[in-house]
Nanobody, 119 residues
Framework: VQLQASGGGLVQAGGSLRLSCAASGSGFRIDDMGWYRQGPGKQRELVGRISGSGRAVYADSVKGRFAISRDNAKKMVYLQMNSLKPEDTAVYYC??????????????WGQGTLVTVSS
């Protein structure tokens, strides 16, 4: 299984970016899909997660500015980021949790995409 994230880049404060992550592979059921980030000198933290039924949760720091969505048929998860702030600068990682056909839990990570917000 591979996760391919894209959409990062350099943007001015107040701008927007949309991140995408595609999951490839078979033999497992995708449950939660989400985005995490790791800023300079910081630990990795949750940005937002979305369940298979579409229920989303967000970190307090991004509520009202970011929106997570998914396309189950395409095995993709998206992160729309609006009103970006310099403190949003980080490497963003997509994450997929699921279960194999043998009922084994799985937890996959993408390679990360850099988002830089200039002031």
């Amino acid at each position: 299984v591979q996760l391919q994230a894209s959409g990062g880049g350099l943007v001015q404060a107040g701008g927007s970016l949309r991140l995408s992550c595609a999951a490839s592979g078979s033999g497992f059921r995708i449950d939660d899909m989400g985005w995490y980030r790791q800023g300079p000198g910081k630990q990795r933290e949750l940005v937002g997660r979305i369940s298979g039924s579409g229920r989303a949760v967000y970190a307090d720091s991004v509520k009202g500015r970011f929106a997570i969505s998914r396309d189950n048929a395409k095995k993709m998860v998206y992160l729309q980021m609006n009103s970006l702030k310099p403190e949003d600068t980080a490497v963003y990682y997509c994450n997929v949790k699921g279960v194999t056909s043998y009922s084994t839990p799985v937890d996959y990570w993408g390679q990360g995409t850099l988002v830089t917000v200039s002031s």
